[in-house]
Structures are given as structure tokens and as C-alpha cells.
């Protein structure tokens, strides 16, 4: 068996807070590993700290981007036992996104969406969550709509595990 980790944050930033009044959750950003230490995390999101326009697929960890400029972040980190298979299809999947990372852009009207409870799932665009659930659609591992997953959503994962839940500093020094 192998495990991948699904990592819950709220960071702080203007946009994270207007998503967090709209929600009442207290993480709204997701991103996907596949080792315990977290050096690098997928997921959809800004490229650069000042604009929300430049965005799509990144590779995030808490030592840089917004988790460095907002190191009292908080998270929740779930752990999710996969068979080798899975594993290896969600590595392939995320692999797909690497090679095309300039394809792909940040799913704005999908986020509206959700929150109309609306699908808007152009090729090309994902938000966050979605594009976890998406990974994890593609291993079986979860059967609800990407387009209208939101992060909290991930606690609903049979067998996972909770194996950290703090400031991201704290994590960090683990």
C-alpha cells in the first residue's frame, strides 16, 4: 500500500476570506502530495502573490508562494491508503497536468458555478477542489462531481486519516 495526501488550508488572502464568508469552512483551498513531507503539492490556483488573474496549475509547498507570505496558515492534512495502481494513475494523471502546465488556467466561472450549484467544466479551466477530485476520480477513490466539490468535501473519504491538523508552521517543524 502507498499514500497520498490531500492537504485542507486557509491562508488569509483577500480572496480565500470572501470564498471562507461564502462557505463558513474553515479550509478552502485543497492540493494533493504523494509523500509525507509535502515538498510538493498540485493544485490549481495564483501563480503570483499580488495577481489572481495570472493563474492555473501550481506546485505549492509551505515553504513558498502564499504559504510563505502567510506562515500562521492553517491546515488539515489527510492521509488516503491507495494500492500501488491507484498510486500510479493518480502520478500519471498529475503528470498530464505538469506537461501542459501552460495549458491550463484557473476555473473562475466554475467557482461561481459551484456556488449556483451549476457544473461549468470547460477542458482547459479547474478550481482547486476540483481538479483533487478530478486526480481522484481518475484512481476511484472518489465519486462526487469535481465541478462541485469543495474542499471540506474531502472529509468525507472513506478510511482517511487525519494525520495533522494546526498552523502550517507547526507542520513544518514536524
Same mark, same amino acid.
Given at each position: 500500500?502507498?499514500?497520498?495526501?490531500?492537504?485542507?488550508?486557509?491562508?488569509?488572502?483577500?480572496?480565500?476570506?470572501?470564498?471562507?464568508?461564502?462557505?463558513?469552512?474553515?479550509?478552502?483551498?485543497?492540493?494533493?502530495?504523494?509523500?509525507?513531507?509535502?515538498?510538493?503539492?498540485?493544485?490549481?490556483?495564483?501563480?503570483?502573490?499580488?495577481?489572481? !488573474?495570472?493563474?492555473?496549475?501550481? /506546485? %505549492?509547498? #509551505?515553504?513558498?508562494? &502564499?504559504?510563505? =507570505?502567510?506562515?500562521?496558515?492553517?491546515?488539515?492534512? !489527510?492521509?488516503?491508503?491507495?494500492? /500501488? %495502481?491507484? #498510486?500510479?494513475?493518480? &502520478?500519471?494523471? =498529475?503528470?498530464?497536468?505538469?506537461?501542459?502546465?501552460e495549458v491550463y488556467r484557473y476555473n473562475m466561472v466554475g467557482l461561481l458555478g459551484y456556488m449556483l450549484g451549476i457544473r461549468f467544466a470547460p477542458r482547459d479551466r479547474f478550481f482547486c477542489s476540483q481538479f483533487v477530485s478530478y486526480i481522484l476520480r481518475k484512481a476511484t477513490?472518489?465519486?462526487?462531481?469535481?465541478?462541485?466539490?469543495?474542499?471540506?468535501?474531502?472529509?468525507?473519504?472513506?478510511?482517511?486519516?487525519?494525520?495533522?491538523?494546526?498552523?502550517?508552521?507547526?507542520?513544518?517543524?514536524?
Amino acid at each position: 500500500m502507498r499514500s497520498v495526501y490531500i492537504v485542507l488550508s486557509q491562508t488569509g488572502t483577500m480572496v480565500s476570506r470572501i470564498i471562507r464568508q461564502y462557505t463558513r469552512d474553515p479550509y478552502n483551498h485543497a492540493s494533493i502530495a504523494f509523500d509525507p513531507s509535502l515538498e510538493v503539492m498540485y493544485s490549481f490556483g495564483r501563480k503570483h502573490r499580488y495577481n489572481v !488573474l495570472i493563474n492555473g496549475f501550481i /506546485e %505549492e509547498n #509551505f515553504n513558498r508562494g &502564499l504559504f510563505a =507570505v502567510f506562515p500562521n496558515a492553517s491546515c488539515c492534512i !489527510l492521509e488516503i491508503s491507495v494500492t /500501488e %495502481e491507484q #498510486f500510479k494513475t493518480m &502520478l500519471e494523471s =498529475v503528470d498530464f497536468f505538469l506537461r501542459r502546465k501552460e495549458v491550463y488556467r484557473y476555473n473562475m466561472v466554475g467557482l461561481l458555478g459551484y456556488m449556483l450549484g451549476i457544473r461549468f467544466a470547460p477542458r482547459d479551466r479547474f478550481f482547486c477542489s476540483q481538479f483533487v477530485s478530478y486526480i481522484l476520480r481518475k484512481a476511484t477513490l472518489w465519486n462526487g462531481v469535481p465541478e462541485l466539490t469543495k474542499p471540506m468535501d474531502f472529509l468525507r473519504i472513506p478510511h482517511r486519516v487525519v494525520v495533522f491538523e494546526g498552523n502550517i508552521r507547526e507542520y513544518r517543524l514536524a
